[in-house]
């Protein structure tokens, strides 16, 4: 990727197999070499260049090199996005890049291209219209994709509802493998564009079973579907998407039948939609144990600010207010000066080792591993751990202050608060966010600033008040 | 679930179909009750009750009581596994857990067992066989499965070739829908357990495309293969398992034929695979910003701390170092002890603002969203935040310190100091993940440390170098 983007776009135009060469680099992310000849091109103004570029790109590309571009560029490239991949793009697009680009796009465009979409992808887009443009958009939309967009819509955000599309193929139990086979011939447009399982219901339209696609293939034409299909997981229409996420994963599930209350089957999710909502939530964790709220990808400084500045705020309270603990020894500081660059290195590896514990935990409560059945041994573990840890530590600790301060008094002082401290970061780490969990709150979001807190106020004061006792 | 699980064991003992609906909680997570109900039973000696319970749970919830039970239990639980789940429920188990398990069981019976698996799975069931045992039980198992899962294990762990299956479904262009239906309709065992696509190859075993099975069906018998496939997106053997990870999700693939270095199709990977190598790369990354090891679910304490206390000991030296700098200026925290108390509030706030954006970083990298093509805007929008943040922050500190300290010479030295080292650490929270991913180095793996140190080292000199200036 070392050829000039400039010279390749001037001189020696590459034809279209090539230009998807220079898109990708070998691990399929959008080579900075291509954005490069987008600018290139939207700099010049070359319209039918831009439409060249763009027609090369698989959505997903065509979403990503969006996100690689200023507000200014993507707005010069929206009217050469090709209408025919119109929808998928923009169901793929960062939601703040989303509603830029749904401000640009004609009402009648995007009610034209949203027919192409499966019904979840669609309400996903709708929902991002302002009210005004939402009610132009549906009003063009044929009868049937209104209904559907707004019955999705009609579910809460985050959930098996939004998560579903409601094409699904089914069929009853007293079917032959033949006349499913008929049926997914015949039934065309009526059938979601992928699928991988037929679902068998009772007259009331409860699954009874489901079987996969290549399952049904297998079996002779005039085998009962009673006797192909296979149990199924079925999906409460109000389930939370983590949940949904936690049974695809665990039962390593493709596609599940989605219920609602009187348990008769409304829409199916496909493991595709859940890979999205693992990744993100395993990101949201990630996010809010570094205290970010999560601004999106392409945040403008504005929204990086808002995203952190409440934390920082938060910290420095809470931090003032742990400070204390050195304030009400002060004098103590004065008199052994080394106390005030010891109080640092307490803080911070109780700092440390309360996240060590706090990212476990959160990762294990997320998982399900962690619950009743286990809590108070994985909580005694991490006890047990901790006074090994500490133990460890207050010796180190204990060994570096004799090297520099040749003071075994102080060797001592150090050496225990660390010891509690390291304990105290244990015990934290482990109980914020079971706590936190059992008051229904986000175990990830409230944790880091609890046990910061803890730790430093305890750190601080055991180390002070530990050398007032033997130092003074 | 307010039941009491004894009661339960004894008197009225649940049918089967109840045993399942105790067995898991409403979000399909084994219920402590059902943990309960199998710790009784183990503790009676019940073998009988034992098979009961563990036979009415799927494999991956027998994999998750395991995780939740101590290792005495389980050595009592395994005689009881269900033989024709064996190789499933071996399949589901956590690393180390599954390792103990394969202790216990014997060669023959798993060899048994392991015929049932995908050669991917199998594969990575043998993995965790010590060297005697692999050789007995691969010479236990039929020619094509030991060949099959050797060649397996050729591949180097974490790439596309041992995430694979070399059970695929293939044509040549010229067949037609029928002869592909009646060919999945006779093949039988030869064919994977489930399957998605079939894929279109050249007579050089080279694939050409593909075609998801709900696609075929709905052609007419005659139609032409080459009709009805689309482009498919070939994963290279060698290919590592993040990068897999992400093409799946990038393009909401279900499954992807691998190839070899001369373009043969070699098997291939399903989503399903991915989900999981999903969900661990991310945990990775947030165990690792959390300076954690992964350890597993049922580390030992001799586990835990080995998957931390390195970190600390890491932590504890640099944290000396950074301290030099208090250590340096330690006559002037002797004349202002007020300094060892805002020292930790400059050393919290500076490492959680380094941190936010770290994190922002190393989510940004492992979702190719920040490369060569925005690095530099993406710079400066992290350093702009951080000057408009450290500013605030200043002004706030600032009065914190008129207030408490009655001393605006101090405030102006905290406010100064803060504000240096926020855009300090702004600046080397995106600049380390983006020099070590530079390196070929995990981003996340070494950064924290080199955060941590240096917003410390930089916020305790600027905070007493200036307090030398203005105050002295």
């Keep these: 990727m070392d050829r000039d983007a400039a010279d390749l776009s001037d001189d020696q135009r590459p034809s279209d197999a090539d230009l998807e060469d220079i898109a990708l680099d070998q691990d399929y992310a959008l080579s900075a070499t291509f954005v490069d000849m987008v600018i290139d091109a939207a700099d010049r103004g070359d319209a039918q260049r831009l439409s060249e570029l763009v027609s090369a790109l698989r959505p997903a590309d065509v979403a990503d090199l969006m996100g690689f571009l200023t507000a200014d560029y993507r707005e010069e490239i929206v009217p050469h996005l090709p209408p025919e991949n119109l929808a998928e793009i923009i169901a793929e697009l960062d939601t703040n890049i989303r509603e830029e680009v749904l401000e640009i796009v004609a009402p009648a465009t995007l009610a034209r291209a949203l027919g192409a979409l499966d019904s979840d992808d669609a309400a996903d887009v709708v929902d991002d219209l302002d009210e005004a443009k939402r009610a132009t958009v549906l009003a063009a939309l044929p009868e049937g994709e209104r209904s559907a967009i707004e019955a999705s819509l009609a579910y809460e955000d985050q959930t098996a509802g939004r998560l579903m599309q409601r094409e699904v193929v089914y069929a009853p139990q007293f079917w032959t493998v033949g006349q499913v086979i008929d049926h997914m011939r015949s039934a065309g447009d009526a059938l979601p564009e992928l699928f ?18 290549s399952r049904v293939v297998r079996f002779k034409p005039e085998t009962l579907l009673a006797e192909v299909m296979e149990s199924v997981t079925e999906i409460p229409v109000d389930m939370d998407q983590e949940e949904v996420a936690y049974i695809f994963d665990k039962y390593h ?141 207050s010796v180190m600790i204990g060994l570096a202050v004799i090297a520099f301060y040749h003071d075994p008094k102080l060797a001592l002082t150090a050496g225990l608060a660390l010891m509690a401290d390291i304990v105290i970061a244990a015990l934290i780490g482990i109980a914020a966010p079971l706590v936190l969990e059992k008051l229904g709150r986000d175990p990830a979001v409230s944790s880091p600033i609890i046990v910061t807190f803890t730790t430093d106020f305890v750190g601080f004061f055991a180390l002070l008040a530990i050398a007032a006792l033997i130092l003074l």
Tied chains: 1, 2.
């Design 196 to 213: 991988f399982d037929v679902y068998v219901v009772d007259p009331a339209m409860r699954p009874v079973g489901g079987a996969p696609v």
């Design 253 to 393: 599930l493709i596609s599940a039948p989605v219920v609602d209350a009187g348990g008769r089957l409304v829409g199916q999710i496909t493991v595709d939609d859940v890979v999205g909502v693992i990744q993100e939530e395993g990101e949201e964790d990630m996010l809010a144990l570094a205290n970010v709220s999560d601004a999106g990808r392409d945040a403008s400084v504005a929204g990086i600010i808002g995203s952190r500045l409440p934390w920082l705020v938060v910290n420095l309270v809470s931090e003032t207010v742990a400070v204390s603990a050195i304030a009400i020894f002060q004098d103590v500081v004065a008199k052994v000066v080394a106390l005030a660059v010891l109080l640092p290195i307490i803080s911070s590896l109780g700092n440390n080792a309360s996240v060590q514990t706090l990212a476990v935990a959160v990762r294990s409560l997320a998982s399900r591993e962690l619950n009743s059945a286990n809590t108070w041994r994985v909580v005694r573990r991490e006890v047990v751990a901790g006074i090994v840890n500490g133990l460890a530590l």
